[in-house]
């Protein structure tokens, strides 16, 4: 069994600051791609950010230039932050932390994941 455990989330004024934090634990082999989506009240779950095990990131439009993804395969951690700075009201959402698990080998299966999300209040 494959669990994520997020933290860092709150409450921040527009402007500031908050940083993510995404933990993988249980049996795993490897993790491929990891990464942040976030849902707003009314509005569907978008991707913000995610991070391929080779350490290459893509953001949304909406968050480049202002968030910064970074992963920790080092020792198993399978760890991956999400610095956000800059926040913007419309930045307000639960953000849910997920991971492509490779769980079984020969043959190769992979597991999507889903932490149960933080939430990140932005003020004006």
């Known amino acids: 069994q494959v669990q994520l455990v997020e933290s860092g989330g709150g409450l921040v004024q527009a402007e500031g600051s908050l940083r993510l934090s995404c933990a993988a634990s249980?049996?795993?082999?490897?993790?491929?791609?990891m990464g942040w989506y976030r849902q707003a009240p009314g509005k569907e779950r978008e991707l913000v950010a995610r991070v391929t095990a080779g350490g290459s990131a893509n953001y949304s439009d909406s968050v480049k230039g202002r968030f910064t993804i970074s992963r920790d395969n080092a020792n198993a951690k399978n760890t991956v932050s999400l610095q956000m700075d800059s926040l913007k009201p419309e930045d307000t959402a639960v953000y849910y932390c997920?991971?492509?698990?490779?769980?079984?080998?020969?043959?190769?299966?992979?597991?999507?994941?889903w932490g149960l999300g933080t939430l990140v209040t932005v003020s004006s």
């Open positions: 249980g049996s795993i082999f490897s993790i491929d791609d």
């Open positions: 997920y991971a492509n698990v490779l769980v079984a080998r020969y043959p190769a299966r992979f597991l999507e994941v």
